[in-house]
């Protein structure tokens, strides 16, 4: 198992709170009563779908914040904000991520080899799983809920006013690349750890909350890749990340095993509350 924040929320033990990563000097991961934190001692370049801090920019800082599962908000970057206040953290140069999987399913994992360095570390909840290109229902930009088969109607009593698109119950990634890469492969990468995403939900039977179909995410689903591009180490400039170079394969790899193994330790805490 690599949960390594298991003991800390599960058991108590403070001292299991901390994670050192062995593909990344300098970078480590901690755990804290709401949150997990992932920051380096130099900024990155990030590429990110984070509800707080997308887009592309440099960071140094990605936080996981853990939300209850009803939680309902029409402002979640507000949200976020107050939080990064509240812990005294600077609200630049970070990426800012929400989830209601409990933060002791948080699995990381790396790879490592002469060209770059990867760590994956990923919450996974599917409690709104959804397949894309099917039929289900679906938010306009002010929260208007409608059917995708409407979406072609302009009458409005194909619309009613509900709660915000945002639902957390997601499955949040960030990837930690220690080497160079192009604005390009970056965006290769994203496509190719969504893929290892969809194929991991594929291979654990997950299906879409509403039509039963073979799950591809969640309607919700985040992800940050942040690459250090360290000019002075002779680390080769990556300018491909399909499932058939290195780099995509250690992607995927870990992006599918991440995946999995938090979606299991769900499963099993879901168990274990049944027998009680």
Not at 186 to 206: F, I, R, W, Y
Request: net charge negative.
């Amino acid at each position: 198992m690599t949960l390594p924040f298991y003991n800390y929320f599960a058991n108590g033990e403070t001292g299991e709170n901390e994670y050192a990563a062995s593909s990344w000097p300098g970078l480590n991961l901690s755990a804290h009563e709401r949150h997990i934190k992932a920051q380096s001692l130099e900024a990155a370049q990030a590429l990110s779908s984070a509800v707080y801090g997308g887009g592309m920019f440099e960071l140094d800082r990605i936080f996981n914040i853990y939300v209850d599962r009803h939680y309902r908000c029409d402002d979640p970057p507000r949200d976020i904000e107050q939080a990064l206040n509240e812990w005294h953290e600077p609200r630049d140069q970070c990426a800012g991520l929400l989830t209601a999987v409990r933060l002791e399913h948080t699995s990381i994992q790396e790879y490592t080899s002469d060209e770059f360095g990867l760590l994956c570390c990923t919450t996974a909840g599917v409690s709104n799983a959804a397949r894309a290109g099917s039929e289900r229902t679906v938010f306009d930009a002010a929260g208007n809920k409608i059917m995708s088969s409407d979406m072609d109607r302009s009458a409005p009593s194909a619309r009613n006013l509900t709660i915000p698109s945002y639902v957390p119950g997601t499955i949040n990634i960030m990837l930690w690349l220690n080497g160079r890469m192009t604005t390009g492969a970056m965006v290769n990468a994203v496509q190719t750890a969504v893929e290892a995403k969809s194929a991991a939900l594929a291979d654990a039977g997950v299906l879409d909350s509403e039509n039963g179909l073979p799950a591809t995410g969640t309607t919700t689903d985040a992800i940050v890749i942040a690459v250090r591009q360290r000019v002075e180490e002779p680390k080769p400039i990556i300018t491909y990340t399909g499932t058939a170079t290195m780099t995509g394969a250690a992607i995927g790899r870990l992006v599918y095993d991440t995946v999995t193994e938090s979606l299991r330790a769900g499963l099993l805490w879901k168990e274990r509350v049944r027998q009680k």
